[in-house]
């Protein structure tokens, strides 16, 4: 992969404008809420998210599952289930425009021609009855009105850039002729239909062996490099994240915890459950010892722990932390962290309180 | 590193074969093919190691845990554990030995019955092997050994999350005391803060009881933590084998090298150096195998001789450990 050094100078730029000027980035999401309205109480799912996109760069969502990085995404796309889901606060703004207020017609003009998204099940995502020439052309004839012919051989284009071999015949083919690779491959193509500006895959290669994994992930960082789409790059592999994304923002409990360069933060992280995730990555000089875990288990959404939601799981808790929510700290350079000791952890000198935990 | 002294063989698997036949029409079934999921593959697993088995989804790496366990009838081949052969065997010497060999399934959510409390899940091995004395205790035992608490022994599965329905799957395979645990992908459904947290509950439990693993996986990181000796599988076969140290620094197969080369590494910083094989296309189907080598479609290596003769899996010049290629040799630096 290489060629990164030229988008670093983007991210430098983009960061630039003050954080009352909403025309400064491409995408933002201002301190959005959501919340599940189910039979057992409400699941509040994202509480007070935000995170900003520019042209041409690559953004990464990490966090474990019920971190609520999909549900921000779903938001973004306006294809939140609703019941059960509410938005219950907050701003996404796409080009300075409200998304959350604007009516429905708007909404859809943004939604696949602006913003398109991958889904994480090729399977599941495509419709087994129809084929596949019939899925990809589908938005262009419905929203561009192109007539049958020009969809079909403008679908032929699509499949050729994600680079499916012969793709004329196999327009015919139904989603179970394909592997899982190529699926995903039709994914990505339906996604690039209308040329949007921002794609957000949402674990693209999650289902995928290792080698066609790679495949994918090279596909898409070609594709963001010549058609310069930004992507938001939702995932639980920190591996995946290390090798394409500029930013990461780590979500825990729907919240942003920690957001920093991608190099800054593999570096040194700056909250404790950042560390506790990259430490708990097997690595070969850890080979034969025991891996450094997170006790516990991710807090049950209709119950979040009072003060930091992760205090019940943190080797580092203090009384402060059961008890205030600790504000998103600027340490700089484009970084922030959700963390009441922050620049104590980023610098290594806070002192555990509790001990790694037992098996 | 050095290769740490293998123990005692324990179980000697060879010639093992699993063909599935390609039916067609419903009164007059014809056979019209075979889908050779499992074919030709020989291993031995020594007393008190892991042995890793890797591959890609359809390399037959979970039908081979299947025939190990007599869950699929195998076509042919033997296993021989302690002197008897796990695939022949009979009646009551085949639930001898199911006493001695267990499996911890993939996915914690489908794997325990949900209208059963986890006491009772893991109690039933005892109740089909008829193991007598206090199984309440013995339960409450085995929940205290993987880390649950003793008193949620009636509890449901649902009542649990996935890391700790996983345990209670660990459990029930321990309750008899087995020699093997056959793990087929025990973390690949867990969050990583919880895999690592299995992965260290499978190492104490090894420790403490002297447990030998089968350990399969795609997750190439977690396989090299966890196991002492490693077996890559393509297409029904085992295309090289080695200890830990061997596959991953000093691998010889070319699909070896291009499935390490292609594991995203957690560091920002590597991936300007990184050196990844890009295989083209997909894993041929194994209804109908390439002829000769069955990686030469996706080989970069691969000449007419590897289309005619099939590489045996044999020890290399490149490096002393068995490895399936006529072309066998180490490649520069694939991962740190």
Known sequence: MGKHSTDQSVIEKASAPGPDDGGGHLLEVRDLFVEFRTGEGVAKVINGVSYHLDAGETLAVLGESG?????????????LDSPPGFVTGGQILYKGRDLLTASENERRAVRGKEIAMIFQDALSALNPVFTVGWQISETLRKREGLSKKDALDKAVELMDLVKIPAARERLKAYPHQFSGGMRQRVMIAMSLAQQPKVVIADE?????????????????ADLRRELNTAMILITHDLGVVADVADRIAVMYAGRIIEHAEVHALYKSPAHPYTLGLLNSIPRLDDKGKTLRTIPGLPPNLTRIPAGCPFNPRCRYVRDVCRTDVPPSVSLGEGRDAACHFAREVLAGTLEPTRKDPEL | MTAPALGEPLLSVSGMVKHFPI???????????EVKAVDGV????????????????????????KLLMRLEEATAGTAVYDGRDIVAAKGGELRRLRREVQMV???????????MTVGDIIAEPLIIHGVGGDRDARVRELLDLVGLNPEHINRYPHQFSGGQRQRVGIARALALNPEIIICDEPVSALDVSIQA????????LQAELGLSYIFIAHDLSVVRHICDRVAVMYLGRIVEIGSEDEIYQRATHPYTQALLSAVPVPDPDAREHRNVIRLTGDVPSPANPPSGCRFRTRCWKATDLCAQEDPPLIPREADPHPSACHFAAQAEHIID
């Open chain 1, 204 to 220: 693209p290669t999650t289902a995928l062996d290792v080698t066609v994994q790679a495949q994918i992930m090279d596909l898409l």
């Open chain 2, 23 to 33: 039916t067609r029409g419903i009164l007059f079934r014809s056979r019209i093919g």
């Open chain 1, 67 to 79: 971190s609520g990085k999909s549900v921000t995404a779903q938001a973004i796309m306006g294809i």
């Open chain 2, 42 to 65: 020989d291993f031995v697993l020594h007393k008190g190691e892991t042995l890793g088995i890797v591959g890609e989804s359809g390399c037959g790496k979970s039908t081979l845990a």
């Open chain 2, 197 to 204: 947290q299995v992965i260290n509950l499978l190492e104490k």
């Open chain 2, 105 to 115: 399934m993939q996915d914690p959510y489908t794997s325990l019955n949900p209208r």
